[in-house]
């Protein structure tokens, strides 16, 4: 089986769709939690924990300037929303993950055994019977 001819059948079982989707999903998922950290969490932790505090436009100016003249500044403040964006999305995702092992667990879980059926009436008196020769 040539190089190409794999290919083709893996494209066609749809693994490949499947993972340009999933990419295309997680690159979105990540701007709307980058958003939900930047735009809805940190500005009332700043404002109301910290006293007004602002963590997108935190951090040092170092000495010296790059070639184009700005000066070099230590954006902590930036990292700091981006660790707590990196959380949110870990979060949510070990969530997802395990939903999804619960609910495979779930349907790999075989069905509980029924109770075996009662025995035909025939059989129940035929038993009786026995019993009461084995006693005399």
Known sequence: MSLFS????????GNMIDIAVGIIMGAAFGTVITSLVNDVIMPPIGAYLLNGFDFSGSGFTLPGHTADGKP???????FIQSAISFLAIAAAVFMLVKAVNKAKEMAMKPAPAAAPAAPPRSEVLLEEIRNALVKK
Do not use: C, L, P, S
């Open 6 to 13: 794999e290919f083709r059948d893996f494209a066609i079982k």
């Open 72 to 78: 070099i500044v230590w954006a902590y403040g930036k």
